[in-house]
């Protein structure tokens, strides 16, 4: 038996608890304290195969939810809420989620805003419904029976102040919409507009704040500016100084910070000129992308490789959760990127959970490197169990963190 079980009991989980009220923590506050599962951790275990995993997991069903940096939300809790807004991480912090994320951007003035990628105001806020669709790079295009509606809209295009008139909304965009209003529809059937109301969207030193008081750690991203860098002077490098220095202005301890970016030289900048910050910088992994893609099983593609990697500084490497496991004898099993990795002393973090929608599809690009062992959604559980306990990640991020919560406290993670 792969788990020692704590007595059985039966899986009975609040419904709507992870709605309930949360007290702001304090130093001396308990953290956990407000905290509640709800019933989804419930549901997708009860659809479980037989066996170790499932009695295990229903075995820990009265187990008082407890806060886990294993758990990371991913925008908040965006399965449900509008990303990056103080409604989705108090979601998520209610969830358990230890560490909470502020993908950083910047405005024309050059302030740093919470904004999955420079360019996706027309997707997650109402922009294009207001005065301010004027300053959009690509004005909205109805859709013809022949090409899809279009439109791109910037950050870097409008100042603090107007990015903070605009109205945060679902990430989505209606590509058979005639007019912007009809825009803002679109989605995905999987998710939900029950809270988009009172949305509140955030600069990153006000997720700084807010995630302090709900007891959380912090992993901020630095995303690809869409712009031509320097940009009204202002350096790439100015940019990943900027955002640490807001962490050192609230006096935010660098252990509790992991910094991240795409851009390697983006970490090694941290690395080398933030020394306790880079300790704990991530680097992102895109590189399944490009003319030469890394192949996770073929450690010649891994260029560079993990142990350059390690020689540079890197401690810490994320890529998306296919790179981490592939199918041998029927079973998931650790790629060799994650093999290699272990080898080279890297921690492992992984993306994204409960974002692929039910699975009853084999999960989509998350799970293509296992799709013949995903059934329906309770797979999540089972590609979950293999990273924790085979390829032995350090946490990952999720749209919907009590699944990982739930989880990792069963398995005292």
């Known amino acids: 038996m792969r788990y020692a079980l704590a007595p059985a009991l039966a899986l009975s989980l609040p419904l709507l608890g992870v709605f309930a009220p949360v007290t702001a923590a304090t130093p001396e506050a308990d953290s956990d304290a407000g905290l509640s599962y709800g019933s989804r951790p419930a549901h997708l275990i009860a659809m479980l195969p037989e066996g170790d995993l499932k009695t295990k997991l229903q075995s820990c069903a009265a187990q008082p939810p407890r806060r886990s940096d294993f758990s990371i939300g991913h925008r908040g809790a965006p399965l449900m809420f509008p990303e990056h807004t103080v409604q989705s991480n108090q979601a998520a912090a209610r969830m358990g989620a230890g560490i909470l994320e502020c993908d950083v ?60 008139s605009l109205t945060p909304k679902m990430d989505s965009f209606d590509k058979t919409a005639t007019s912007a209003a009809a825009s803002q529809g679109g989605v995905a059937p999987w998710r939900s507009t029950q809270y988009e109301d009172g949305a509140t969207a955030m600069t990153h030193a006000q997720s700084i704040a807010l995630f302090k008081s709900l007891g959380t750690k912090f992993t901020p991203e630095l995303k690809s500016p869409v712009v031509e860098m320097p940009f009204n002077g202002f350096t790439l490098q100015d940019y990943a100084q900027k955002l640490i220095d807001d962490y050192k202005a609230a006096g935010i301890p660098a252990a509790d910070v992991w910094p991240q970016s795409f851009n390697l030289e983006v970490v090694k900048y941290w690395i080398d000129n933030e020394p306790e910050f880079g300790r704990q910088a991530v680097y992102l992994d895109g590189r399944n992308q490009g003319s030469a893609p890394l192949d996770p099983n073929a450690p010649d593609s891994f260029q560079p490789s993990m142990q350059d990697l390690a020689d540079m500084g890197v401690n810490y490497i994320a890529p998306p959760l296919w790179f981490l496991l592939t199918m041998k004898d029927g079973k998931m099993v650790p790629s060799a990127y994650a093999l290699e990795a272990k080898a080279a002393g890297l921690h492992l973090i992984t993306w994204t959970l409960e974002r692929s929608g039910p699975l009853n599809d084999g999960g989509g690009w998350y799970f293509q490197s296992v799709q013949p062992a995903v059934q329906n959604a309770s797979s999540y559980y089972e590609v979950l169990d293999v990273l924790a306990q085979d390829v032995k990640i350090d946490g990952i991020f999720s749209d919907w963190p009590a699944t990982v919560t739930y989880y990792a406290n069963c398995m005292g993670l």
């Not at 740093?112 to 922009?127: K, V």
């Not at 294009?128 to 809209?153: H, M, N, R, V």
């Open 105 to 164: 951007t910047f405005t024309k003035d050059l302030e740093l805003i919470c904004r999955h990628a420079q360019n996706d105001l027309h997707t997650t806020t109402n922009i294009l419904t207001t005065d301010l669709a004027e300053t959009c790079i690509q004005p909205f295009t109805p859709a013809t029976p022949d090409s899809p509606a279009k439109a791109e809209c910037r950050s870097s295009d409008i100042t603090l102040a107007q990015f903070q």
